[in-house]
């Protein structure tokens, strides 16, 4: 990562809200309480104690360094990997104790996660099967391609379609069962850099426009400013909260005046402090 130093601006004034959960309570997509998470074959704990509450509709980001424990806190809040005893994980107040109905996951490996035998319709179709008929499902499959500017290419094969694209029909797929909550593990990480800045602002639209919960996890600070109504620092060894700050930038969002605004920097170079100094 490469650190740019921020205006000296930003040391002085004070940050901005820490996150109210209290305040928030009454509609929650998603809770944790006390988690713990143990890998291996020695049940090493690389997570304790980590208590979070996501409002619905919130674009949550969290952040940390490369082998803290992101990829399998996400998928512990997915039900793919289980939690230690004692912890709580609830969906829309439903305790997650497998994969839950509600929630979707989108990789960063897109390539792999698209059928390349099938158009990027019938892929988006996928998660419709056994739940919608045949019109109703294809009418469902083009709105979320409408959704992500893909309409037109619809059949087209995965292999006709760029990289950026590929990671739209993922997301149309995740998008077409309507979840409650989208899980996304680094998923532009394998993007060029201009792709990647034109998909962060398309999933910032999406989520006003589908009014999905996200959590996002990221390593790359501004990818994670720019993206989150929330923004949470994972720290220590085992990992638990950090930093947890509500950003005060404005819901529409460009990258390049956001990115010179003093609201902007003055929150990047507080997580990028809190991301320095996770492993104390
Ligand atoms: N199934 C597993 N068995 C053993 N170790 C694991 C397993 N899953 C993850 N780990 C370890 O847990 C730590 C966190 O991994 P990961 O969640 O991939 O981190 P991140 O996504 O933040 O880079 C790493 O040290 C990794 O080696
Ligand atoms: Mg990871």
Same mark, same amino acid.
């Given at each position: 990562m490469t650190a740019a130093r921020p205006v000296a601006k930003a040391e002085t004034e004070s940050p901005p809200p820490a996150f109210d959960a209290a305040s928030t309570r009454t509609d929650l997509a998603f809770r944790c309480r006390g988690l713990a998470i143990d890998v291996g074959v020695e049940s &090493? &704990?690389?997570?304790?104690?980590?208590d979070l509450e996501v409002p619905r509709r919130q674009f949550l980001c969290i952040l940390g360094e490369s082998g803290v424990g992101k990829t399998t806190l996400l998928r512990v809040f997915g039900g793919l990997a289980p939690a230690a005893p004692g912890s709580t994980l609830e969906l829309k107040g439903r305790p997650i104790v497998g994969p839950p109905d509600g929630a979707v996951f989108v990789f960063q490996n897109y390539a792999a996660s698209l059928l390349p035998w099938r158009s990027a319709r019938r892929n988006v179709e996928l998660g419709l099967e056994a739940s919608l008929a045949g019109p109703e499902r294809k009418a469902r499959a083009m709105a979320a391609l409408e959704l992500v500017k893909l309409a037109d /290419? =619809? *059949? *087209?094969? %995965?292999? @006709?379609?760029? !990289? !950026?694209m590929q990671q739209r029909v993922q997301l149309a797929r995740a998008l077409a069962v309507? %979840?409650?909550?989208?899980? $996304?593990? +680094? %998923?532009? !990480? =394998?993007?060029? =850099? $201009?792709? &990647? +800045?034109?998909l962060q602002v398309e999933l910032r639209r999406i989520q006003r426009e589908s009014g999905a919960t996200i959590i996002f996890i990221t390593h790359d600070v501004d990818e994670a400013v720019f993206l989150a109504d929330r923004l949470v620092v994972l720290k220590g060894?085992? =990992?638990?909260?950090?930093l947890d700050l509500l950003s005060?930038? %404005?819901? !529409? /969002?460009? @990258?390049? /005046?956001?990115k010179e605004s003093p609201e902007y920097l003055k929150l990047r170079h507080l997580v990028y402090d809190a991301v320095r100094r996770s492993g104390d």
């Open positions: &090493r &704990r690389i997570v304790a104690g980590l /290419r =619809a *059949d *087209d094969y %995965p292999w @006709q379609l760029s !990289g !950026g309507k %979840p409650e909550l989208l899980l $996304m593990d +680094e %998923p532009f !990480g =394998a993007l060029d =850099a $201009m792709t &990647r +800045e034109i060894k085992p =990992a638990s909260i950090g005060d930038l %404005p819901v !529409g /969002r460009d @990258q390049v /005046r956001t």
